[in-house]
């Protein structure tokens, strides 16, 4: 902190540049070192509410499970729903329920990670809350932010969330098996994608018969996949 | 929501260095959000006063600043602005592209346009 000299003689100007969400990186970055320290790979995964987050851990952790040791936490307002049904795919599970708190944060994946079991963990899904505004600006310390966004919700999820898709490594356009019926074209959205950033990885999926998530897989580069 | 979480910590550091000064009032306030932020200035603006209620900074005035969004190039080094989305293109969508304005790649990193950040206060003793 820097006092500058007095305007007048009462009325003093105070230097802070302080960083709001300094907190919150440091901490994910910490958060970073440890999952590298124990060769943990992180995905935190976004999208809004019914956009098939739940259904696509589901997949991964079923593709997965039976070369990886794999972890999820289930990131939700109120409910148990998204844990019980990935328990069902298996692999340990986490409810987080944040209460009125719409995103996790740095301290939140702190907390979960230390009441689960790491032994021989190699991979840890964590859902986050679902809306895309929110969680953008709270980076969580994961090596991949995969945004997820479906047909259903229409054609301008992308274009009306860019801010969510900077820090983002990946998009799953998902359920392309709706696209006819919503007459939404899933190359739309993945072109909108790109147009924010073309360096992002896409893949059109449909989480619920499983189709293109392999390819998304891989895209995202997680280990075992 | 989030402003709240936001204009919470913004409170905190605020009384925190106004009382380090022995300040009996924080006059203004001066912030910066990064134009790529997902903070909306007149959400943060209500948030705070909320949160000056009964303070020394209960009469403060805001100034909120805009901090352009900057790429760094990791393929050809470039700095600068990022080239922008036009209307039309992709449909409704304007705003910025993240790829070099020099050379064209897409591996970018941001250098500025997401802080969230207290600049100064001004204070009376």
Redesign the interface.
Known sequence: MKISIPSTNETFDIELSENMLAANDKLAAENRRFFDSRGIFAIDILGSVGSGKTTLVQQFVRRLKDRKKVASIAGDLATTIDADRIRTAGGEVLQVNTGSLCHLDASIVNRAVSSLDLDGLDILLIENVGNLICPGEFRLGAHRRLVVVSVTEGPYMIVKHPAVFLDADAVAVNKTDLAGVMEVDPERLKKDALALKPGLKTALISAKTGEGVDELMRLMGIPGA | ??EA??AE??VR??LR??A??K?EKV?SVTLEFGE????EPAQVEFWLKVGFENTPAAAAALEIRTVPGRIRCRACGAEGACPQ?GSG?????V?????CPSCGG???E?ISG????????????
Not at chain 2, 89 to 93: A, E, I, N, Q, R
């Open positions: 929501m989030h979480s936001i910590s913004i550091s605020v260095a106004a380090e000064a300040a006059e790529w932020s997902a903070f989305n293109v992709t449909g409704p969508f705003g910025p592209v993240l790829e897409s591996d970018v941001i997401r802080e969230a950040v207290v600049k100064s206060i001004r204070v009376v003793k």
